[in-house]
Protein backbone atom coordinates (compact mmCIF):
# COMPACT_ATOMS: atom_id res chain seq x y z
CA UNK A 1 0.00 0.00 0.00
CA UNK A 2 1.42 3.42 -0.92
CA UNK A 3 1.77 5.82 2.03
CA UNK A 4 1.28 9.15 1.15
CA UNK A 5 4.27 11.78 1.98
CA UNK A 6 2.91 13.25 4.93
CA UNK A 7 2.50 10.55 7.22
CA UNK A 8 4.44 9.59 10.13
CA UNK A 9 5.85 6.79 8.32
CA UNK A 10 7.98 8.68 6.28
CA UNK A 11 8.57 11.81 8.62
CA UNK A 12 9.74 9.81 11.26
CA UNK A 13 12.74 8.02 9.61
CA UNK A 14 13.85 11.97 8.93
CA UNK A 15 13.07 13.40 11.94
CA UNK A 16 15.75 10.87 13.48
CA UNK A 17 18.57 11.38 10.45
CA UNK A 18 17.91 15.51 11.59
CA UNK A 19 18.45 14.53 15.11
CA UNK A 20 21.40 12.61 14.69
CA UNK A 21 23.35 15.07 12.33
CA UNK A 22 22.46 17.73 14.71
CA UNK A 23 23.01 16.21 17.78
CA UNK A 24 27.14 15.73 17.56
CA UNK A 25 27.12 19.69 17.02
CA UNK A 26 25.26 20.69 19.90
CA UNK A 27 27.70 18.67 22.24
CA UNK A 28 31.14 19.52 20.49
CA UNK A 29 32.93 21.19 23.55
CA UNK A 30 34.84 24.40 22.82
CA UNK A 31 38.28 23.78 23.79
CA UNK A 32 39.17 27.57 23.19
CA UNK A 33 36.45 29.25 25.42
CA UNK A 34 38.19 30.97 28.13
CA UNK A 35 38.03 29.91 31.82
CA UNK A 36 34.42 30.10 33.24
CA UNK A 37 32.12 28.52 35.23
CA UNK A 38 30.49 25.68 33.71
CA UNK A 39 32.80 26.00 30.25
CA UNK A 40 32.41 22.80 28.06
CA UNK A 41 36.04 21.09 27.77
CA UNK A 42 35.40 17.87 26.97
CA UNK A 43 38.62 16.10 25.57
CA UNK A 44 40.28 18.98 25.17
CA UNK A 45 44.12 19.55 25.72
CA UNK A 46 45.22 22.19 28.53
CA UNK A 47 48.63 20.68 29.30
CA UNK A 48 50.69 22.87 31.37
CA UNK A 49 47.78 25.42 31.42
CA UNK A 50 48.20 28.27 33.89
CA UNK A 51 44.05 28.47 35.92
CA UNK A 52 45.39 29.87 39.31
CA UNK A 53 42.65 30.62 40.79
CA UNK A 54 40.06 30.18 37.89
CA UNK A 55 35.83 29.48 38.63
CA UNK A 56 35.65 26.15 36.72
CA UNK A 57 32.81 25.44 39.15
CA UNK A 58 30.10 22.70 37.49
CA UNK A 59 32.16 22.23 34.19
CA UNK A 60 32.79 20.19 31.60
CA UNK A 61 36.06 18.58 31.77
CA UNK A 62 35.80 15.18 30.89
CA UNK A 63 38.65 13.56 29.36
CA UNK A 64 40.44 16.07 29.33
CA UNK A 65 44.79 16.34 29.38
CA UNK A 66 45.64 18.68 32.49
CA UNK A 67 48.95 17.51 32.73
CA UNK A 68 51.31 19.53 35.00
CA UNK A 69 48.82 22.41 34.41
CA UNK A 70 48.14 25.08 37.85
CA UNK A 71 44.90 24.83 39.15
CA UNK A 72 45.69 26.20 42.89
CA UNK A 73 42.96 28.06 44.48
CA UNK A 74 40.76 27.13 41.67
CA UNK A 75 37.12 26.71 42.23
CA UNK A 76 35.58 23.53 40.66
CA UNK A 77 33.18 22.50 42.89
CA UNK A 78 30.49 19.93 41.49
CA UNK A 79 32.88 19.98 38.28
CA UNK A 80 33.23 15.99 36.17
CA UNK A 81 36.60 15.73 35.39
CA UNK A 82 35.43 11.79 34.96
CA UNK A 83 38.79 9.58 33.28
CA UNK A 84 40.61 12.84 32.75
CA UNK A 85 44.33 13.14 33.04
CA UNK A 86 45.62 14.92 35.47
CA UNK A 87 49.01 13.77 36.55
CA UNK A 88 51.27 16.37 38.16
CA UNK A 89 48.73 19.38 38.55
CA UNK A 90 48.42 21.27 41.36
CA UNK A 91 45.64 21.40 42.98
CA UNK A 92 46.85 23.05 46.04
CA UNK A 93 43.82 24.60 48.35
CA UNK A 94 41.23 24.40 45.55
CA UNK A 95 38.24 23.48 46.22
CA UNK A 96 36.50 20.86 44.81
CA UNK A 97 33.24 19.90 46.68
CA UNK A 98 31.36 17.05 45.36
CA UNK A 99 33.43 17.06 42.03
CA UNK A 100 33.67 13.81 39.78
CA UNK A 101 37.07 12.27 39.57
CA UNK A 102 36.49 8.51 38.81
CA UNK A 103 39.04 7.14 36.74
CA UNK A 104 40.94 9.80 36.67
CA UNK A 105 44.57 9.74 36.11
CA UNK A 106 46.41 12.11 39.39
CA UNK A 107 49.84 10.33 39.36
CA UNK A 108 51.62 12.63 41.73
CA UNK A 109 49.04 15.70 41.25
CA UNK A 110 49.12 18.15 44.34
CA UNK A 111 45.58 18.55 46.70
CA UNK A 112 47.48 19.90 50.00
CA UNK A 113 44.68 21.63 51.65
CA UNK A 114 42.39 21.13 49.20
CA UNK A 115 38.70 21.38 50.14
CA UNK A 116 37.20 17.74 48.48
CA UNK A 117 34.05 16.79 50.77
CA UNK A 118 32.09 14.37 48.54
CA UNK A 119 34.16 14.16 45.75
CA UNK A 120 33.90 11.24 43.99
CA UNK A 121 37.69 9.47 43.26
CA UNK A 122 36.79 5.99 42.26
CA UNK A 123 38.87 4.02 40.74
CA UNK A 124 41.24 7.20 40.50
CA UNK A 125 44.71 6.49 39.81
CA UNK A 126 47.09 9.07 42.68
CA UNK A 127 49.99 7.20 42.90
CA UNK A 128 52.85 9.62 44.52
CA UNK A 129 49.78 12.10 45.08
CA UNK A 130 49.86 14.78 47.86
CA UNK A 131 46.53 15.14 49.81
CA UNK A 132 48.15 16.09 53.06
CA UNK A 133 45.84 18.19 55.04
CA UNK A 134 42.85 17.95 52.51
CA UNK A 135 39.26 17.79 53.23
CA UNK A 136 37.96 14.69 52.01
CA UNK A 137 35.29 13.98 54.60
CA UNK A 138 32.56 11.60 53.27
CA UNK A 139 34.46 11.15 49.92
CA UNK A 140 34.63 8.29 47.74
CA UNK A 141 37.74 6.42 46.77
CA UNK A 142 36.67 3.06 45.98
CA UNK A 143 39.06 1.28 44.46
CA UNK A 144 41.60 4.25 43.92
CA UNK A 145 45.55 3.76 43.82
CA UNK A 146 47.02 5.72 46.58
CA UNK A 147 50.01 3.75 46.50
CA UNK A 148 52.43 5.90 47.96
CA UNK A 149 50.42 8.73 48.62
CA UNK A 150 51.22 11.28 51.04
CA UNK A 151 47.48 11.91 53.01
CA UNK A 152 49.34 13.08 56.47
CA UNK A 153 46.80 15.26 58.80
CA UNK A 154 44.06 14.80 55.63
CA UNK A 155 40.47 14.15 57.02
CA UNK A 156 38.78 11.68 55.63
CA UNK A 157 35.80 11.36 58.02
CA UNK A 158 32.92 8.81 56.83
CA UNK A 159 35.02 8.40 53.20
CA UNK A 160 35.42 5.36 51.45
CA UNK A 161 38.02 3.65 51.03
CA UNK A 162 36.59 0.00 50.04
CA UNK A 163 39.31 -2.13 48.17
CA UNK A 164 41.36 0.72 47.56
CA UNK A 165 45.07 0.28 47.33
CA UNK A 166 47.16 2.38 50.15
CA UNK A 167 50.76 0.52 49.79
CA UNK A 168 53.63 2.49 51.40
CA UNK A 169 51.27 5.23 52.06
CA UNK A 170 51.82 7.98 54.88
CA UNK A 171 48.87 8.90 57.32
CA UNK A 172 50.65 9.96 59.70
CA UNK A 173 47.72 12.11 61.71
CA UNK A 174 44.74 11.69 59.70
CA UNK A 175 41.44 11.35 60.17
CA UNK A 176 39.81 8.17 59.33
CA UNK A 177 36.63 8.26 61.73
CA UNK A 178 33.64 5.71 60.53
CA UNK A 179 35.42 5.41 57.43
CA UNK A 180 35.20 2.50 55.10
CA UNK A 181 38.72 0.80 54.54
CA UNK A 182 37.02 -2.98 53.94
CA UNK A 183 39.57 -5.05 51.70
CA UNK A 184 41.59 -2.15 51.62
CA UNK A 185 45.49 -2.78 50.65
CA UNK A 186 47.59 -0.54 53.45
CA UNK A 187 50.85 -2.73 53.54
CA UNK A 188 53.72 -0.99 55.10
CA UNK A 189 51.17 2.37 55.54
CA UNK A 190 52.11 4.81 58.22
CA UNK A 191 49.13 5.39 60.44
CA UNK A 192 50.75 7.03 63.50
CA UNK A 193 49.05 8.75 65.59
CA UNK A 194 45.77 8.59 62.92
CA UNK A 195 42.07 8.33 64.00
CA UNK A 196 40.05 5.42 63.13
CA UNK A 197 37.26 5.36 65.54
CA UNK A 198 34.15 3.31 64.09
CA UNK A 199 36.38 2.39 61.31
CA UNK A 200 35.95 -0.35 59.03
CA UNK A 201 38.88 -2.60 58.34
CA UNK A 202 37.10 -5.99 57.89
CA UNK A 203 38.75 -8.02 55.27
CA UNK A 204 42.36 -5.49 55.15
CA UNK A 205 45.23 -5.97 54.14
CA UNK A 206 47.66 -4.31 56.94
CA UNK A 207 50.71 -6.36 57.01
CA UNK A 208 53.78 -4.15 58.58
CA UNK A 209 51.41 -0.91 59.08
CA UNK A 210 52.62 1.71 61.72
CA UNK A 211 49.75 2.18 64.26
CA UNK A 212 51.62 3.33 66.61
CA UNK A 213 49.31 5.64 68.62
CA UNK A 214 46.57 5.28 66.56
CA UNK A 215 42.88 5.28 67.97
CA UNK A 216 41.59 2.08 67.07
CA UNK A 217 38.04 2.28 69.40
CA UNK A 218 35.14 0.20 67.86
CA UNK A 219 36.96 -0.03 64.87
CA UNK A 220 36.87 -3.71 62.87
CA UNK A 221 39.47 -5.62 62.03
CA UNK A 222 37.85 -8.51 61.68
CA UNK A 223 39.60 -10.98 59.62
CA UNK A 224 42.51 -8.57 58.76
CA UNK A 225 45.92 -9.59 57.78
CA UNK A 226 47.98 -7.71 60.76
CA UNK A 227 51.31 -9.94 60.78
CA UNK A 228 54.29 -7.28 61.08
CA UNK A 229 52.29 -4.04 62.04
CA UNK A 230 53.13 -2.29 65.27
CA UNK A 231 50.32 -1.05 67.69
CA UNK A 232 52.22 0.43 70.14
CA UNK A 233 50.26 2.41 72.38
CA UNK A 234 47.20 2.59 69.88
CA UNK A 235 43.82 2.47 71.91
CA UNK A 236 42.07 -0.52 71.15
CA UNK A 237 38.79 0.54 73.21
CA UNK A 238 36.26 -2.03 72.46
CA UNK A 239 37.61 -2.77 68.67
CA UNK A 240 36.64 -6.06 67.07
CA UNK A 241 39.81 -8.36 66.31
CA UNK A 242 40.87 -10.08 63.34
CA UNK A 243 39.55 -13.23 65.17
CA UNK A 244 35.96 -11.15 65.90
CA UNK A 245 36.29 -10.80 69.51
CA UNK A 246 35.47 -7.72 71.03
CA UNK A 247 38.99 -6.18 72.68
CA UNK A 248 38.33 -5.38 76.65
CA UNK A 249 37.35 -1.36 77.47
CA UNK A 250 40.51 0.18 78.07
CA UNK A 251 42.92 -1.88 75.66
CA UNK A 252 45.97 -0.33 74.60
CA UNK A 253 49.11 -1.81 72.12
CA UNK A 254 47.07 -5.28 72.33
CA UNK A 255 43.75 -6.83 72.26
CA UNK A 256 42.97 -7.81 75.54
Excluded at 9 to 37: I, K
Aim: glycine content about 8%.
Amino acid sequence: MKVSDGSPTVLLPLLCLLALLYWPATGWSACEDPPARRVNWLRCDKQGVDLTGADLREAVLTQVNLTDAKLNRARLDGADLGNAVLNGLDFANATLTNARLVSAQLERAVFANASMAGARLDRAVLRQANLSHADLNGARLYQADLTGANLSGAKLDKANLAQANLTDAKLPGVVLSGATLSRAVLENAVLSGANLRGAKLDGANLLAVDFTGADLAEATLADARVDGARFTDAGLDSTIWVDRRRCRPGSVGECQ
